[in-house]
Structure formats: C-alpha cells, structure tokens
C-alpha cells in the first residue's frame, strides 16, 4: 500500500515551511556556548552545567502547547497531545561525557524541540508526540549508560546501580537522589510506555564510515550487540634478566597472540573487536609479567554472529594461553543483544534518506544509543548524519552544516510517516 | 703453569678445617631473624632494618684483627691487612627489596665474614683482603641500583641521583645526608680502590637453571648487558565500536606484534627480551588504544649479539607500527653494556667449582651485581648457587643448604687462588 506522509505530496517534495533545520544548528551552537567552551561540553549527567542544558531546553518550549515534567528516572518529557493518547517518542540526551562534543545527544534534543514547534503550528497531530531528554545517556560518571532509558524499559537493575561509585567516592543513588531520583520507586518511570507506538532518534554516527563514503545521512538499521569480557592470562611471574626464553610463561606474550586472534575474529566475521585496555602485573620493565589483563569488546548486529565471535573469542584466548605455558580466566563485564529496528519504520526512514540525499545507504549503529534500550519494547528507528574524522566525545567532534540540515529534514520525514503509521492501524 | 693455592693439597683436598660453611649459614639465619619476617626480608636501603643488618655485621666481626669503617658513599668497609697492601675485596649487600628473600646479597657478604675468619685464624695473610658491604645495591626506593659500588667505581652520576624521590616524597641526597652521605663529596670514595687487584663476589643465581640442570653451583662468566627502552606506538584512538576494523591505526596491536616480534629476537639470539610495563591511551575497552607506550627490556653477555638484537628491536617495532598503520616513537631508560669477568679469576673459579661439585658448567648472570661495577675496573668474578624454583626478591627465594654450602666453598677456594695469583705477580 501506498501511504502519503502528513505534508508531503505524493511525489515525496516537502511543503514543511515550518520545520527548520537552520533553527535546529542554531539552537545546538547556542548550547554548545552556554555549556561548552574551549575544551568541549561540559554536560556531564548530574552536575550543574548539565541542569543548565536543561534549563536550556525548557527555555525553548516556552512558546509551545506542551506538557513538561521528569519522571522517576529523571528523564524530562515533553508532552504535544494529539488528538489520539497513541503516542510517539523522539529524544536523546543532553548529558555529554567531560570534554565532550556539541552533537552527541543534543543533536536529537535539538531537533525535537523543532519537530515540535512544527507540529504545534500545524494544529492538533493527529496522535500525540512526546520529546524526551534521556538521564544520563553516557554514563561518563558512574559507569553505568543508559541510565534513563534503560529504567523506563525496565532493564535497569536498581540494586547494582544503588552501588556505583564516582571518582571521588560519591554514591550514584545519593547523587541522582539529589535530583529528585529514589532508586526505590525508579520502576515507576514504566508507565511512560504506556500508548507508546513508536521511538525515533536522531544522532550523529560517531563513526568515519559515512564521511568515507562521501555521504552525509543514512537508516540505522539497528544498535550491534556486544560481548565486554575480562580476559586473564597467567603465567608466571619471573626476573627479565636470569628466566630463559624457552622457561618462561610469560602472560603479555599470551594476550598479544590473543589481540591479534582477536582482531582476525573481527574483520572475519566483519564485526568490530578491540582490546582497550591492558594490565601487566608485576608491571616493571625487570619482571616478566605473571599476569596480564585485558579487557575485551565485540560487537555485531547479527545474533548468530556475534555468538560465534564470542566462542572464537574463548578459544582465542586458550589457544595464546597454552602456546605461551599460561592459563586463562573470563570474567564478565557487560552484555546486550544486537537491537534490529523495526521494518516498518526503517521502510520509512529509507524513503526520507532517499528523498533528502538520494541513496538507500544503511548502516548498523556501532554505539549504543538510548534507541537500543527502546528497541527492546517499542518500535524504533534512528537516523544518523555524518561525523568529521569520525570523532566523538572530543571537543573535536563536529558534522558539517549541511548534513546535519539533511539529517534533521530526513527525522522530521520520517516521524511523519511513523505518525501516518499509527494512524493507519499499522504500528 | 700450575699454582698451589694456599692450603689445598696438589689433588685439591681441602684443608680448611677453619672455613666452616655451616656457620655462613647460621649467620644468615640468624640476620634473617633479626631482619625479617613472615613477609620476607626488610633491610630496605636506608631505613632503621638496615641499620641493624649491619649492626649485625659489626657485632660478627668483634672478635676479629679488621678495620672497619665507611666510606663517602655509605659503603661499609672491613679490612684484613696482609703482609702486601696489595687487596683483594670481596662484598655484596645487606639491603633487600621490600618483602625480599633472605639470601639475595646477604649470602656474599656472611661468606666473607667466615674468609676473614678463617684467613685471620691461619695468621698474617700474605695481601691484604676486604670485604665491603655494598650501600643500597637494589635502589628499590629510589630507582638507582648499584648505588655505592658505582660511586667506588665512578659511574654514578651524582646530579641525577640528587633528583631522585621515593614513593613518599623524599629526596634520595636528603635521605642519604641522614646516613652521613653527602653527594657532592661521594667521589672521595673511589680512592677505595686503589691497590685493588681482583673483587670476588658469591650470590644466589635469582634464576631457574642450576635447578633446571641438577646443579648446585657454578663459575659465573660476567654480567649481561642491559638496552632498556620506552617504545611508544602511536595510531588514532577512536570508538570500540563504530571504527570498522580496516579503518583502525590500533597502537595496541602494533605493541602485540611488537612484543611477539622481540619475544623470537631473544630466542633467536640465545638471550633474554622482555616487555615488562604496557599502558594504552585512552586505557577503557570502548576505546581503540591511540597510544602503547612499552618498556622493553633486552640482556646478552656479547656486546655484538646486544647490538644486533637492539638494532633488530628497532626494526621489528618499525614493522609492527606500519603493519597498524602507526608510529613509532623511542625513549632511552638504562643501558649498561656486557661485562665479562676476568679470564684468570674465571680459571680459578672453574677450578674450586669443579673441585666442589665435579663439573665446568658457568653461566652469565642475566641479573646485574655489585660486580657489573667493579668488573669496570678490576679483575672480578662470581660464585653462584642455585636458586628453588628461580625465585628472587620474595619471601619464598631459597637454596638448599647444601647448595649454599658448596657455594661458600668454592668462593673461598677461589679466593685462595685469587690471592696465589696476586702473590705471585699474575693479578
């Protein structure tokens, strides 16, 4: 069947005059100017700077018919009721990790709030949208990401989180208790899926693989899942100068093997496999390392192949144990499923990607976004402009003008045709 | 030509009824106890446990005709004149490692109570023999090994010691002022060579391969050569899991080629490599490393064979950046070049260790030694034991007591050769 967008004539051309992505760039500099400076964002979840984003944000709804309140989690929502309680979801996060990038979440944010005042001035929609502003996307404190998606789901283990420390030795639950969050009662931030039809998001890619391919948008067509293992590889710790070659077990000869097995796994399978971090004990340059941890991370959008990654992984890892004497131990760290999107949304965000930048193009989101908690019980799709270099969660981080206008047009596309979709009986 | 030494018969019976290794051993337990604990030995360098070890050695040589005193370097000296003032000096050091093993210098320096013992029974000797008690050979609080026996030797640089701080904030020139050493005078203690014709040193091996042979003891060939470097592998740090692996300049796994690629150097070369300290930047598993910084650590008893292996270590760490797409950055830490021990002390030595254990098994020590030092300037050699299980610097580091007896056994019978070849005009 043929559905023709809200707005859009049947030949795809926008008459949109209200949804201005110029507004939506400049609403991001603004930001970037009250809560960023020379060294990058300073929008850490749970800090002043961050409270200030928000106040940002309220700022900007001033104008707007709309409902604003927190929930349990601490996420804000944005309420614009339509004439149905079928409701759909668009957002992302204003927190930024320290010394952060002006696009990572507020992008989303941003284009929200656009999205809104372009609905608003259109009359009643015909279903009600709602903007969120996710608590503690990153996770840049405590550790623990998601934070406000993952409750609203109910995939957020309130007892685990309760224990988290920050550097300097606060506790999450007393932190996120000051502003107005008790760990106790987070589970009520669920009812905020109720009517909920559809989740849409759109974020910056953080990733060179657009930027290569000279493109400036495309379809997410889901978040990979990963594997986060540590990988333990003991031998025997021994004196650089007086242990022969031929008696050493030597741990860090074993996880080198490893790295490059691993590596091997990944482009094999074309996943992403890393080895980020590395510790040598007794760590001195006159000792032979004992024992040597790394910390490991795999990702996929395919179940099956990230399973079979994973059990290449564990054998990996033993065959560099026994080559150099050694033995090796696993200890879990984190673990989430790949998160395919929706076909009837990803049906949709094609089109508008076709009809903003003229390509099919797709690609499989290498990071975690608030969209892959959402996956797991709403319908969702994101779309991702470019970024330069690649870079994310650096002050560096930054996305030309104008694939940022074409990424905001192709969201704002695609949310209307997800709003044709719920009215149609079909989400 | 032959020698007779000193009280052995022409077949080499000994005739020593006065040089009692027993009693070198009771001495060491007897320190150990006074000095140690169930955590090992605490004569760290410098510190009130120190003191007493050497409180101890004082105490043992109050029934003997020595001379004793310090010298500017807070060496401790014990002089036996002889009928020559030619001298020869053997020594070792009290001061361990934290939590250190019981014999690790000890050894040397108990064993050369019990030569001045013996030799002061027999009467006048005919060269004088001292024996030093070496300041702070391990340098475990401040990083400087071989602290006295290189100002003896004029080898420390004396500045750069004065820059030297420990874990707490102190200043090594200040800790050693409360010890009498003042560093802007130390070279006052190279004078204490002077009419030095050999040094001789016995030390337990720190090693696994008198074990590993079924041997007890052996003549030990020289000291190793050391080529310490940083080598820094710099590629682009980027996202664990939106940079595609083909994309990746991954410093990590230049450093995994790299290590493996040092690992076959000293395999090849028939000596000893190690990486003993990895660090990645940004170190967390959502991150690509953009930057491995390793110590590397290589030791040959040939200067040629040391050369080539560095000149090869720099190549394999060039192939192992451009593999990654890195770079590759070197930082001097430490070199000391081989330091083989003299041919006429090393026949002597194979003569006692032959006579004591039956065998011309000789090693060189992969670890360095108050001896890498004198070697410098005087004809030198060594005596090692065995060592269980290769262990050195922890509680566990033993010898079976016969071990230790064979040891001082032959080290005193070298001595004796030592000081016919002196007497006799060969040293």
């Given at each position: 069947m043929t559905i023709t967008p809200i707005g859009l004539t049947d030949s795809g051309a926008s008459t949109f005059g209200q949804y201005d992505p110029a507004r939506v760039v400049a609403s991001?500099?603004?930001l970037a100017s009250r809560t960023g400076g020379p060294e990058g964002s300073r929008r850490l979840c749970w800090t002043p700077?961050?409270?200030?984003?928000?106040?940002?944000?309220?700022?900007?709804?001033?104008t707007l018919p709309v409902e604003?309140?927190?929930?349990?989690?601490?996420?804000?929502?944005?309420?614009?009721?339509?004439?149905?309680?079928?409701?759909?979801?668009?957002?992302?996060?204003?927190?930024?990790?320290?010394?952060?990038?002006?696009?990572?979440?507020?992008?989303?944010?941003?284009?929200?709030?656009?999205?809104?005042?372009?609905?608003?001035?259109?009359?009643?929609p015909p279903v009600t949208v709602a903007l969120v502003d996710w608590a503690d996307e990153e996770g840049a404190r405590f550790g623990r990401s998601l934070f406000g998606s993952a409750a609203v789901v109910g995939s957020l283990d309130a007892?685990?989180?309760?224990?988290?420390?920050?550097?300097?030795?606060?506790?999450?639950?007393?932190?996120?208790?000051?502003?107005?969050?008790?760990?106790?009662?987070?589970?009520?931030?669920?009812?905020?899926?109720?009517?909920?039809?559809?989740?849409?998001?759109?974020?910056?890619?953080?990733?060179?693989?657009?930027?290569a391919r000279g493109l400036g948008i495309c379809t997410v067509t889901g978040t990979k899942g990963i594997e986060r293992e540590r990988v333990i590889f003991r031998g025997q710790?021994?004196?650089?100068?007086?242990?022969p070659m031929e008696m050493r077990r030597d741990s860090f000869l074993a996880?080198?093997?490893?790295?490059?097995?691993?590596?091997?796994?990944?482009?094999?399978?074309?996943?992403?496999?890393?080895?980020?971090?590395?510790?040598?004990?007794?760590?001195?340059?006159?000792?032979?390392?004992?024992?040597?941890?790394?910390?490991?991370?795999?990702?996929?959008?395919?179940?099956?192949?990230?399973?079979q990654m994973f059990s290449e992984m564990r054998q990996a890892a033993a065959d560099a144990a026994i080559a150099e004497g050694c033995t090796?131990?696993?200890?879990h760290i984190f673990r989430i499923p790949p998160m395919p999107f929706d076909p009837r949304l990803l049906a949709a965000a094609r089109t508008s990607v076709r009809e903003v930048e003229g390509h099919d193009v797709e690609l499989p989101s290498g990071a975690l976004h608030d969209a892959s908690e959402m996956a797991r019980e709403v319908p969702t799709v994101m779309i991702f402009s470019s970024s330069i270099a690649g870079l994310s969660h650096t002050k560096e981080?930054?996305?030309?003008?104008?694939?940022?206008?074409?990424?905001?047009?192709?969201?704002?596309?695609?949310?209307?045709r997800a709003i044709d979709l719920v009215v149609a009986g079909e989400l």
């Open positions: 991001l500099r603004e700077d961050w409270l200030e984003a928000r106040a940002f944000l309220r700022e900007s709804l001033t604003v309140d927190t929930d349990e989690a601490g996420n804000v929502w944005v309420y614009l009721r339509g004439a149905s309680t079928d409701t759909i979801v668009v957002g992302s996060h204003l927190d930024s990790v320290p010394k952060g990038g002006w696009l990572d979440g507020a992008l989303g944010v941003m284009a929200g709030v656009e999205l809104l005042r372009s609905l608003a001035a259109e009359g009643t007892v685990a989180a309760a224990e988290l420390v920050d550097k300097e030795g606060n506790h999450l639950d007393q932190v996120v208790g000051e502003h107005g969050v008790d760990l106790t009662k987070i589970d009520g931030a669920r009812t905020r899926l109720r009517d909920v039809k559809a989740y849409l998001e759109v974020h910056i890619e953080q990733g060179p693989v657009l930027e710790a021994a004196h650089s100068g007086t242990m996880a080198s093997r490893f790295a490059l097995a691993l590596a091997d796994i990944g482009r094999r399978h074309d996943g992403v496999t890393t080895v980020g971090h590395v510790q040598c004990w007794p760590g001195v340059v006159t000792a032979v390392p004992g024992e040597t941890r790394v910390a490991m991370d795999m990702r996929h959008i395919s179940h099956e192949a990230l399973a090796v131990d696993f200890e981080e930054d996305t030309p003008d104008e694939h940022l206008h074409m990424a905001v047009d192709a969201f704002n596309r695609t949310v209307r």
